[in-house]
């Protein structure tokens, strides 16, 4: 699992492998919640099908009056990056975002800033 930054060209490139721990993130007026909600899919009576469990993540994104928001399940980066890009967010405070993840520890892969 690995970020590699680019701060000269304003490029960020993340492995779908990266994941955060548990974590509160406020940033200006950005509000970001991602949740996992945990299911089960049945098949219908009298078929051959089989009860498997199915994971479904939500993203909320709000831009207005900031909060501080707690993430109970472990989001992934692509949520994380989606929600960012939903707002508009810039590069550079998508940088600053995921470096202050890392310093926090919450940011679970290497962190490469070139």
């Known amino acids: 699992a690995r970020i590699v930054i680019n701060e000269r060209t304003g490029t960020i490139v993340a492995t779908s492998t990266v994941r955060l721990s548990q974590v509160a993130i406020a940033h200006g007026s950005l509000t970001i919640t991602v949740t996992n909600q945990q299911g089960v899919s049945q098949p219908g009576a009298f ?3 089989q ?3 199915v994971q479904s993540t939500q993203t909320a994104v709000n831009e207005g009056k900031g909060s501080f ?3 109970n399940e472990q989001p992934t ?3 994380l990056a989606a929600a960012l890009n939903a707002l ?3 590069t550079r405070e998508m940088m600053a975002i995921f470096q202050t993840l890392k310093r926090a520890g919450a940011l679970q892969a ?3 800033i070139e």
């Open 69 to 71: 928001v707690v993430f």
């Open 51 to 53: 009860t498997a469990p």
């Open 47 to 49: 078929s051959n099908g």
């Open 110 to 112: 290497e962190l490469v």
């Open 77 to 79: 980066i692509d949520r």
């Open 88 to 90: 508009g967010v810039s």
